[in-house]
């Protein structure tokens, strides 16, 4: 079991930036692929930014180049830094755990953390 915590989400000013952060514990995230995803209002989830063990990020092409995935495994930490922030940037943003291990696929997800960009 891994529990996910995230923390760092707030009210920031377009063009504004703020640093997401994930804490986990109960296991090593060594091994999962991390990710961030978010839900806007009246909207389906969609996924923002993953990193796999082995530092390989992806990113969704409405992030990329604004947003930065890292991850600390020493800490157990992920973090998404997030530049020249839009209002469409408004979601609650959640981060995500997930490893398929002998054919067992393991999720988790954090309770989310809200971000809005609003003048």
């Known amino acids: 079991q891994v529990q996910l915590v995230e923390s760092g989400g707030g009210l920031v000013q377009p063009g504004g930036s703020l640093r997401l952060s994930c804490a986990a514990s109960g296991s090593s995230i060594s091994g999962y692929t991390m990710g961030w995803y978010r839900q806007a209002p009246g909207k389906e989830r969609e996924s923002v930014a993953t990193t796999t063990n082995s530092g390989t990020a992806n990113y969704s092409d409405s992030v990329t180049g604004r947003f930065t995935i890292s991850r600390d495994n020493a800490k157990n930490t992920v973090y998404l830094q997030m530049n020249s922030l839009k209002p469409e940037d408004t979601a609650v943003y959640y981060c995500?755990?997930?490893?398929?291990?002998?054919?067992?696929?393991?999720?988790?997800w954090g309770q989310g953390t809200q971000v809005t960009v609003s003048s």
């Open positions: 995500n755990a997930r490893r398929i291990l002998l054919g067992w696929l393991s999720n988790y």
